[in-house]
């Protein structure tokens, strides 16, 4: 019982780590060095502070070797037999140790139960043999959350192991806690296992049996990235640039919402026009409801095909169900199809039961600021369930002075028939839930689902329509994910219905509130194979693809009543080479869109990336990506409001447009060579065409309309442009892992992008920031509180505004957006031992805090923001 | 720090957001009643929204500020009685305006195109009226984002005639313009025309006309067989003081001398004809040039000799012609760029001007004018316009589109 108490605290986190992750990569790194330089009893020092930071099955094996090489037969076996019940699946690879173990010891004493010396873990000491009766009853009352943590090591082994070799439990798109290389075992072991033998001097002069030396296990804290590829492998193998944010940098990161934390990534735009919307893009083209980045939750689309957006206000997860979000720079319709134009975000959920425990969070703030949320992890045997529900709300940033304040409300020339409460800008209810089941060794089934309640959701619209709202809006999705060998299915079905309209209208103006319904249905199979040609291994990935997008909206033509139904079609296959030092890649989908050739929806990526040193490698990568045109482009066919009540500008869509198409050629340099650091520097050209706008306006009378109530000004429609996009930037980033419980970034970007007519001068894209720059730090100081505070720098823009000016003519108005900085910070302790309770207090954006006049915009047509100061309590057990 | 907590959330609870500062000026609504008396059965209803000290034809040379539409469903009432429907005018700025309104019985009346933009023969005109008695129109003063719902506009005037719907003479199109030296007082001549035309896909435009000539006096229309509804220049000689003369221009300085003769004529400078002649080489943003002709008064000696009697129409003793010589003096207002000598708060989509604010020239740039001819309806027609553009159907044997591009060339 002893040892297993002992081990039992070793396992334990003494403290809510910054980003524990980072802290166990490093100790085990150094833990390494020091086994090779034959210091074992530092490697064993390094090797239990990793495993205090992050627990790990091979962390647990080293920690037995090192035992093993200074002679600790003891602790040894019992570190081994631990390693076993954390990785089952390895349990026999390590019986020959135990076998030669138990005998060695078996000839000088009885078996040991546990390790019988102190050891120490994360500057921590630990109680070995000779506790008090009260150590005692204090380690044993929590002996039960050894057994948790047993089975939690267990349950992520298991999970690792799937999404290694089927692309994951929630489908091969990316979606299970880590990702991992299908040729690896997520622990890192040596497949062939230790080999036996035998020691002829024993301790006692006898004949004993040699220990196998089968050395450490090289590596268990390997960052793994899945969305580049749909496969797990390490950031220096990706083809495509790509960040990471873990689920403590959200922790830790002070912001309020997805798109805030997004701000800290390099090469990624994120501009928040009100409070219930913001912006994000990726190395520019952001404007009010971005369309040219991909976002993903496991794999799963929330783009709303109809709109040509995502609403982040109605994803249906909480920040304590969200393991990590991993981001692609560059475009990614080699993988995942249309729309994934500039980027993708994947957001990973965490897996269900990989970590048991429930966890109640609540925030309060300034600003109208709001959230509360539950959610609980568990498991038994080889079923697991994840749920989860939360309530946000945000006020708005500002509201017009004349909705309110007049004397008497009918005195007053607005109203706002959607909005229930003026001083709201977001108001979201939400829930999810996920059952997985393993079935087998090889086979597995998960079902998910969510729904979110969009009371109130502020927009600016496109063009001239302004500031939108979107009132009771329903987000449904349904999924399930299969895996049975080396085939992998996965479905799902989204849900969106809401009504939308102007925030504030004039009373008696004409009537723009409209309703959307979007459903969409997609399938697919995928089978990820690896195998080996001679000298080449080989990753290959195909799949097959169905989607059925049924949408209905009030502005396209036939109004409401009218559904569309498009089916699209997919195939796809990635193959990645591998010979030494070198990987080639080559990705190739094609999608069979009822509205585009065949030829303009094929997207090729290819890529070389070389190892120049084990943990350094360069990457070349060439490929193109796709927007198609969304529904409102297509079949729009509505009167925009023009400057006068009686006046309007017939809006036609095209089912002719061209695509948005990009292509993009990088070479990049990824670093990790030592355990303190990790860098990242990308040079990239993109260039764009055929990006989709609304045409000037073309003068064409017609009778009175009755629908519209007015005369018809002119016509115009979405077109391709002519102009051609090109965008050259460079981006830095490196992360700094100095100390315990320190973790630095920073990150720049200088970009530009310029545009062209054929044969004409180009002229710089003024929407688009010359210079970003992110700078943060994180501390976790040794008292249980928690400091850090981040810096977000973007330079100064200029807008053209297309707006119908007093005859209805399209007209381009500059806007000047002067450079502006976004500053967080957040405190948090943990007055507990236990670390279950965490009180914090934060600010989001604190330069405003100095009043209104320290406000300000980042677009033209969006409200000035503010900031938030907020408090947050969390309990987890 | 936990009550710091509660705090907070307290906080959240009971947030109210600032209010907006430099937002653009919130929009006044104008709202209340149309009133038509004795329309067997309503149209389809504009409402006209002038500023108070711009107002639209013929009392002054404003444009509308904005435009909002009423459907002849909304009427409700009793057959030829009265009849009535709400209306809202939104977007307003801060001001005093002038509310009017048109009900086009014959569906002809589009806003955007100077050639389908005015009341036709036989369309019901009316206005937010002070008193019903003296029938002066009476501003409404709106401020503040407020929503003044109580205004009252009567429709009760029957528009008796057509719009002054003419083109240069000329047998073709090459021949449609009219040049003038830049510095010289020149004269040239509108002839009267018919319009019939498919606008757009299934918009008419069917404008009768001109009227017959009189045998007697050419150019003049003969009242014999006259149809109020042809269209004509309708010429009314102002002489309120009766004394035998006409009056001279109010809205001119006295020095002047212009005499207060109906119809109008207004010149919009275009600019240079382009290189392949589909249009114009466009001022620079902001800049603009304007100015008027006045109708020659040694046609007018006709009727003032008596050879032509006064029709009995409500427009006084007006004299229609199918044909009207005008004389431009050099004389034209300048916009500059940096919006120097205009009102353009008001607009300009009838493109008129306000010669108080003109001055004197040298010269008028060289290049094409268009040309405005104002009724004392206030009815109006301008060339060149969109019945001119190829699409159109065109009946050749009562109207030529052609007709329908001349400019007057200064050179």
Known sequence: MRLSLALLALLLPATALADPKDDARRHFGAGLEAAQRGEYEIALQRFLAAQNAYPHPATLYNIARAYADMEDLENALAYYRLYQDAAPDKAGDVDPVIQVLEARIGQTQSIPTGPTAPTTGGGRTVVVGGATEEELARLESIAAELQALTEALQTRTAEERAIAEAGGPTGPEGTGPDGTDPDRPPDGTDPDGPPDGTNPDGPDGTEVPELPDAGFLADAYEKLVVTASRVGQAPLDSPSTITVLTDEDLRLSGATTLPDVLRRVVGVDVMSLSSGQADVSIRGFNRELANKVLILVDGRSTYLDFLGATLWASIPISIDEIDRIEVIRGPGSAVYGANAVTGVINIITRTPGAEPRTVFRGSGGTSGYGKGSITTSQRAGRTSVRLGAAYDQMGRWAKSARIQDQPEPEQSALESPLVDDENIGRRVLKADARIDRSIGDDSYVSLSGGLARVDTMEFFNIGALGDYVIDDLQHHYARTDIGWNVLHFRAFWNHDQAFTGPYAAQKGSRDLNARFQSDTVDVELEAPLSFSTGPLDHVLNVGLGYRRLDTRFSYLDGGFEQPYVQNHFRGFLNEELTWNALKVVGSLRVDKHPLLKLQQTISPRAAVIYRLFDQTSVRATAGSAFRQPNNIESYMDFNLPASADGAYIRDFGSTSLAPEQITTVELGVHDESTYFHAADVVVYYNRVTNLIFLDDVTPGIEPYDPVSNGYQAGTTGWINQDEIYSGYGIEGEVELYPTDGLDVFANAAVSTIVEALPDQDSVRDGSSSLFKLNVGAAYRTPWRIDLSAQAHFVSAQTWRLREFDARGNLVLTEAPIPARTILNARVAGRPLADDSLELALGVWNAIPLGGYESRFQEHPKGHPIGAIAFGEVSYAF | ?411
């Open chain 2, 1 to 411: 720090m936990r009550s710091s907590l509660w705090l907070l959330a307290l906080v959240a609870c009971d947030y109210e957001a600032p209010v907006l500062r430099d937002q653009p000026p919130v929009g006044n609504v104008v709202a209340g009643e149309l009133v038509a008396n004795g329309v067997a059965v309503p149209g389809d209803t504009i409402v006209l929204v002038y500023a108070a000290n711009d107002p639209g034809p013929p009392v002054g040379t404003g444009s509308p500020v904005t435009l909002a539409t009423v459907p002849a469903a909304a009427f409700t009432g009793e057959g030829a009685g009265i009849q009535s429907a709400p209306f809202t005018v939104t977007g307003l700025p801060d001001g005093s305006y002038l509310v009017q309104a048109l009900m086009d019985l014959d569906g002809d009346f589009n806003p955007f195109d100077i050639s389908v933009s005015g009341a036709t023969c036989g369309d019901v005109a009316g206005a937010h009226l002070a008193d019903l008695v003296s029938g002066t129109v009476a501003p409404v003063t709106v401020q503040g984002g407020e929503n003044l719902d109580d205004v009252t506009v009567v429709l009760g005037t029957v528009v008796p005639i057509e719009r002054p719907a003419f083109e240069l003479p000329g047998p073709a199109a090459v021949d449609r313009q009219a040049s003038l030296s830049p510095t010289t007082p020149q004269t040239f001549a509108l002839a009267s025309t018919a319009v019939h035309s498919a606008f757009g896909l299934a918009f008419p435009v069917d404008l009768p006309g001109p009227c017959p000539e009189s045998p007697a006096a050419p150019g003049f229309c003969d009242l014999a067989q006259l149809n109020p509804c042809d269209t004509a220049f309708w010429v009314h000689v102002v002489d309120a003081d009766g004394d035998g003369l006409p009056d001279l221009r109010a809205d001119l300085p006295p020095e002047a001398g212009i005499p207060n003769i109906w119809p109008r004529v207004y010149l919009q400078y275009l600019g240079v004809p382009n290189a392949d002649g589909t249009g114009f080489d466009p001022l620079p943003e902001g800049e603009s040039w304007s100015a008027e002709a006045f109708p020659f008064l040694a046609e007018i000696g006709a009727f003032a000799a008596g050879l032509i009697p006064a029709p009995p129409v409500p427009f006084g003793p007006t004299v229609p012609m199918r044909a009207l010589s005008v004389t431009w003096a050099p004389v034209a207002k300048h916009v500059h760029p940096g919006g120097a000598q205009t009102d353009q708060a008001t607009g300009e989509a009838f493109d008129l001007v306000d010669l108080r604010l003109g001055s004197p020239l040298d010269a008028v740039p060289p290049g094409a004018w268009s040309i405005t001819v104002v009724a004392e309806s206030g009815q109006t027609w301008r060339i060149p316009n969109a019945l001119a553009l190829a699409g159109y159907t065109s009946q050749p044997e009562a109207f030529d589109p052609a007709g329908q591009a001349g400019v007057l060339v200064v050179q």
